[in-house]
């Protein structure tokens, strides 16, 4: 896992794009278990609140929504929070930021990240609720099996 970790690092920073897996559900409902990123490098001055970043904390990739960006005497800073996080990260510097998501890949559609009332809803009650959550990842977790050919089948 940490060489997959310097891997995506060094793909996004050199080659500026990447696809990776998302394995958290920390921005649920927006973003999935299992859901592939199209992950393309950003400067930090053209983020957005509401854009959906990756960035690089102890050793692992973080995927959250910028809240609000903050650019005072020639430093960038982000601050960002998973959909379904109860606080605040703390704040992201140029340095860490490897890229914005520019596609959600789930179940062979692509899905552009947007900021819907129904997904705010729906992660506010993720939020309050872990029982609500582990239900949720429960029943994805049924569909995406049930969508996945049968590989024990032999004709």
């Given at each position: 896992?940490n ?7 060094k793909?996004l920073?050199?080659?500026g794009?990447a696809?990776l897996?998302?394995a958290g559900?920390s921005?649920?409902p927006?973003?999935w278990?299992g859901d ?12 957005s609140v509401?854009?959906?970043?990756v960035f ?5 990739l973080v ?11 020639d430093?960038?800073v982000?601050i ?11 704040p ?5 930021l490897?890229g914005?998501v ?6 062979h ?5 947007r900021?819907t009332l ?10 309050r609720?872990g ?5 949720l990842l429960?029943?994805?977790k049924i569909?995406r ?5 049968e590989t024990a089948?032999?004709?």
């Amino acid at each position: 896992s940490n060489l997959k970790f310097h891997l995506a690092i060094k793909v996004l920073r050199s080659v500026g794009e990447a696809r990776l897996a998302v394995a958290g559900a920390s921005m649920l409902p927006s973003i999935w278990p299992g859901d592939i990123l199209e992950i393309h490098r950003v400067e930090a001055a053209d983020l957005s609140v509401g854009d959906i970043v990756v960035f690089a904390r102890e050793n692992r990739l973080v995927v959250h929504r910028v809240l609000r960006v903050n650019r005072e005497q020639d430093k960038f800073v982000a601050i960002t929070r998973g959909d379904r996080s109860p606080r605040a990260d703390s704040p992201v510097s140029a340095n860490e930021l490897l890229g914005k998501v520019r596609t959600i890949q789930r179940d062979h559609q692509s899905i552009i990240p947007r900021v819907t009332l129904s997904t705010q809803m729906a992660s506010w009650i993720l939020l309050r609720s872990g029982l609500c959550t582990r239900v949720l990842l429960h029943l994805a977790k049924i569909r995406r099996n049930s969508l996945t050919p049968e590989t024990a089948w032999v004709s």
